[in-house]
C-alpha cells in the first residue's frame, strides 16, 4: 500500500509524532548537554539522541500503520526539515548548517526511517 492509500489521519498523526519527537529530542539534549564539551561532542551527542528518539517513534509509527514501512520516518522528520529549512533559508550560515546541522538531520531522518521499517517487519512477522 502506498501513502497515498494511507488513511489521512494516520499521516497526521505521525507528523504529530514528529513535532512530538522533536520536542522530546531538544529537551533530552539540554538535560545531557554538558558546557565543557566541544563542539564535535556537542553534535554528536546531538545526533545520538535525535536518532534514538526518532528510531522508537518511527518503530512505533511502524507497528501501528506496517503497509507504508519506512516512509513514516521521512514523514516522522517533516517538522525537523521544516524548522531547519528554514533556518537555513532565513538565517543563511551554510557552513554552520553543513557542519552542524546536517548530520543531525541525516542521523534522524535515517534512524526513523530504519525504526519505521524494523517496526513494520516486526508486525509482518507476527501475522497481523
Known amino acids: 500500500m502506498s ?3 494511507t488513511r489521512w489521519y494516520s499521516v497526521v498523526a505521525v507528523g504529530l509524532f514528529g513535532v512530538a519527537a522533536l520536542v ?8 545531557i548537554r ?17 536518532a534514538l528518539v526518532y528510531g522508537l517513534f518511527g518503530f512505533l509509527s511502524g ?11 521521512i514523514i516522522l522528520s517533516g ?8 533556518s537555513l533559508a532565513f538565517a543563511g550560515y551554510l557552513g554552520v548548517f553543513v557542519r552542524k546541522d546536517l548530520p543531525v538531520l541525516v542521523a534522524c ?5 530504519a525504526g519505521a521499517r524494523l517496526g513494520s517487519r516486526a ?3 507476527r501475522g497481523a
Do not use: D, H, Q
Request: net charge positive.
Open 24 to 31: 522530546l529530542s531538544v529537551w533530552l539534549g539540554g538535560l
Open 34 to 50: 554538558n558546557p565543557a564539551w566541544t563542539s564535535y561532542v556537542a553534535v554528536f551527542s546531538g545526533a545520538a539522541i535525535g
Open 3 to 5: 501513502v497515498r492509500a
Open 123 to 125: 508486525t509482518e512477522r
Open 63 to 73: 507497528v501501528v500503520w506496517p503497509s507504508t514501512s519506512w516512509k513514516w520516518g
Open 109 to 113: 531522518v535515517a534512524a526513523g526511517c
Open 79 to 86: 517538522p525537523l526539515i521544516l524548522i531547519l529549512g528554514f
